[in-house]
């Protein structure tokens, strides 16, 4: 470590380099500069005589080795790597960004505090750090809200973990950078014109970090490389799932696969909800102690010979009886605050005379996530289990009290790590299915999320939101901010969950017309999954063949299995690229100011622009008699408000017909269509139709090129399951489309697996159209190729 002498206005200052970066004492708090790679960097500041040891829990990358130098001017210190600089006022103790000498963000003078703060008996701080932005400047993340906005700016949240609100403090710059602030006490984020402020509750210091990637994927990858890689999910995962709330036994799980099956609808997931262990008070027991369930062995084997898998509801709370409440109360594993649910009676509302005793266990304790495994594994992982659906893993905190926050984890006050609570439950089971077997990938379906999720094989669904036109509009920005987060796997309860807004849903049109358009609005989510309380939503549930409404649903799922080459493809580069499946407009647009606050579009994967219809336009009110109801009305074909991107030109999905970017269209959506445009210059693979999604090799795939730009697309393919992908077991096949020579090239395959295909043939279809006919022109060329994994040349 190298001390250096700085004198400012006469008064002796020093900073010392160090192997990682700088630190300095300034005006008595102690500023230390961490490089964590030339694009990254961390800040902590305390004040000076204290100490500052914090082992991260979303971050798990060390501090690099990585070339910087170091200079003084003045009293301005600059860091600078290949990438950025940073600058630190030895005067003030403020902190500056930039990017090649161009000023990206700011701390805003005597913007960090520190609150003297007795957390349950420790002396700590509050801590708060104000950042100066630019006015023009849109940022985005901070993990799933249900407000509708896209980007948040002016804005103020109070963050604390609930069940349709997840919290994450970071947020992403239109400009191309980010900031992670590390701290898991409850949180306030508020920006305004003056500032943009993060206080937290608790911690001995102020620690962030500032990643700048030039554009939103970049950002992303930064978040990821400091906690965390993406894993891939089974391809059955992106299939189409049937929920329930819930199945009352395992003859009606089964028979629902069966329905299915016999309907010729697709369905790769079915999910067994709670209480399939019994009363309440033995919540979560872990075993099949309903009488409803009387082979739960044999219910596993029924769907998996049916070719669909299951996951089943997991809690992290215990009811008295069960064997998890005593092996973990006498760890003092066990809080004491109010959860779910709160009575021992079924019955609604619950009755406190006689209470559940449930109590929510300590996943901060190591003790206690392999208690909670011990179980899970023998109680139901043995039984064939495909995977996890961790609910309430926020967890549901009921009535809660300040003293609530001073119980005692195994890391200190709850409040102190409140928010990573789902951070460390979910971790909890994924690392020890992990460590038991590589054969089957983790995949965990959770209500809540914190920094670093991705990397322990987990889907964030938007929690029990109430069924309405304004919810499904607002799933959409949700959607988007939380991937942002560098979390990309969310999805939501197509339908909704509650449908307390609608009378008679299944015999009310305007929610059909809901149940529809959250549907297809599913069938370009990570997941696709159908989900809700009250009423059951299968599909048979909505009429039959013919009837609008269910061929509208049938429609889309089998999409769904007609998009699974792009969309498992799209998942292999979220794992290897960091790139991102649901993605906001300013991931590829950050150019064209108009796209960057648009909370009603976006693109799933690079390829196709999805604007979800959020406003119902097939009912209208009728009176009859003292009643008013809701019927259908077809009468007149209603249209959607799109806009399309500058930078791009653009296909209309449905008919082909070429548009520019940078212009708004209306576009028809009669009930089955969701307006859905192509970039120009994608190449889009479309699979087989199937029942489940390994039921057909793609050894034929249709290849659609769409003309006028450049593309390329690299198809991806492994064992469909385990981590063997890890291990080098998989292959590509770079598809390249040159649109000057009308040319695809389609390169040699890199790779290989087990029961990998050494030859299949491939269907070109080319969208070519004048721009603004409103005429498409597709050809399909025949012979079709063939491909033996070298290099083929085809000129269209």
């Known amino acids: 470590m190298l001390l250096l002498a700085v004198s400012i206005s006469g ?104 609150a003297d703060f007795d957390d349950a008996g420790v002396k700590t701080f509050t801590v708060a750090q104000s950042f100066v932005l630019g006015k023009d400047e849109a940022i985005y993340g901070l993990g799933q809200q249900q407000e509708g906005k896209m980007s948040k700016r002016n804005l103020k949240l109070n963050m604390v973990q609930g069940n349709t609100d997840d919290y994450i403090p970071f947020f992403l710059s239109s400009k191309g950078y980010g900031v992670f602030w590390d701290n898991y006490s409850p949180t306030v984020f508020e920006d305004s014109p003056e500032q943009t402020l993060f206080k937290s509750d608790v911690g001995d210091g102020i620690d962030y970090y500032f990643m700048l990637g030039d554009n939103a994927d970049g950002v992303v990858g930064c978040m990821r490389n400091l906690t965390g890689q993406a894993p891939m999910f089974p391809l059955w995962t992106y299939g189409f799932w049937q929920s329930r709330e819930r ?96 009575s021992g009676s079924e019955k609604w509302p619950p009755n406190q005379d006689y209470p559940s005793g449930v109590r929510v266990y300590d996943p901060y304790n190591p003790s206690a996530r392999d208690i909670y495994w011990s179980y899970l594994n023998k109680g139901i992982f043995s039984l064939g289990m495909d995977g996890w659906w961790m609910d309430s893993s926020e967890p549901d905190h009921l009535d809660p009290k300040p003293s609530d926050f001073d119980t005692q984890t195994y890391l200190g006050s709850f409040r102190k790590v409140r928010n990573a609570f789902p951070l460390m439950t979910v971790g909890g089971v994924s690392q020890h299915q992990r460590s038991l077997t590589s054969e089957k990938r983790v995949f965990i379906l959770t209500r809540s999320a914190f920094a670093g999720q ?20 607002n799933q959409i920005s949700a959607g988007l901010n939380f991937s942002l987060c560098g979390i990309p796997y969310w999805n939501s309860d197509l339908g909704g969950f509650f449908l307390w807004k609608f009378k008679n849903p299944l015999e009310n049109t305007d929610y059909w017309e809901l149940h529809v358009r959250w549907i297809q609005l599913g069938t370009f989510c990570p997941m696709m999954r159908s989900h809700g309380e009250g009423v059951p939503r299968e599909i048979y549930q909505f009429g039959e063949k013919g009837n609008p409404t269910y061929d509208a649903i049938a429609k889309y799922i089998n999409m769904r299995y007609l998009l699974l080459p792009y969309i498992y493809s799209t998942s ?31 693109m799933f994967g690079k390829s196709l622009l999805v604007s979800p219809v959020s406003k119902p336009m097939y009912s209208k009110k009728q009176v009859k008699g003292a009643d008013t109801l809701t019927v259908e009305d077809y009468s007149t074909v209603k249209t959607k408000e799109v806009y399309l991107p500058r930078g791009a030109d653009w296909y209309d999905f449905w008919t082909g017909a070429k548009l520019g970017g940078g212009q708004t269209v209306k576009k028809e959506a009669p009930l089955d ?59 590509l096949i770079k598809l390249e489309w040159n649109d000057k020579r009308r040319c695809l090239i389609i390169g040699d395959r890199i790779g290989a697996f087990p029961g990998m295909m050494e030859s299949r043939t491939f269907s070109i279809v080319l969208v070519d159209t004048a721009k603004g006919t409103g005429t498409s022109a597709t050809e399909k060329f025949d012979p079709v190729v063939r491909y033996k994994g070298k290099r083929v040349e085809v000129k269209l």
Not at 79 to 108: C, D, H, I, W, Y
Not at 249 to 255: A, I, M, R, T
Not at 725 to 731: D, F, I, L, R, V
Request: glycine residues 8%; proline residues 4%.
């Open 11 to 114: 008064k002796a200052q020093t900073y010392q380099k160090t192997d990682y970066g700088v630190t300095a004492v300034v005006n008595a708090v102690r500023v230390e500069l961490q490089l964590y790679g030339p694009s990254t960097v961390r800040v902590v500041k305390y004040p000076e005589g204290k100490t500052f040891e914090k082992q991260s829990l979303s971050v798990i990358q060390k501090p690099q080795k990585v070339a910087f130098s170091v200079r003084q001017s003045g009293d301005k210190l600059s860091l600078r790597s290949v990438k950025m600089e940073v600058l630190l006022n030895l005067k003030t103790g403020t902190v500056a960004f930039a990017n090649q000498q161009v000023p990206l963000m700011t701390e805003k003078e005597a913007g960090a505090t520190f």
């Open 247 to 342: 199945y009352k036994s395992q003859d009606e799980l089964v028979g629902v696969v069966k329905r299915f099956r016999e309907l010729g609808v697709p369905l790769d997931g079915i999910i067994q909800d709670w209480q399939y262990w019994g009363n309440n008070y033995l919540w979560n027991a872990m075993e099949f102690l309903n009488p409803g369930f009387y082979d739960p062995r044999k219910m596993v084997s029924d769907v998996h010979g049916m070719n669909a898998h299951m996951i089943i509801s997991i809690w992290n709370s215990f009811g008295p009886m069960t064997k998890q409440y005593r092996d973990l109360d006498r760890i003092g594993a066990l809080y004491r605050f109010k959860t779910w649910p709160e």
């Open 454 to 473: 991705q990397r322990y094989g987990a889907n964030t669904w938007s929690g029990d939101v109430v069924a309405s036109w304004d919810a499904l509009r």
């Open 572 to 602: 292999w580069s979220v794992t290897a690229n960091h790139s991102s499946m649901m993605r906001a407009l300013v991931m590829d647009f950050a150019a064209d100011g108009q796209a960057l606050d648009i909370n009603d579009e976006f």
């Open 673 to 731: 269509i969701i307006p859905l445009y192509v970039r120009a210059g994608a190449i889009l693979p479309i699979g087989p139709k199937v029942q489940y999604a390994t039921e057909k090799r793609w050894d034929n795939l249709e290849i659609r090129v769409y003309r006028g730009a450049n593309g390329e697309f690299t198809l991806y393919e492994d064992e469909n399951d385990s981590y063997n992908y890890e291990k080098g077991a998989y292959s």
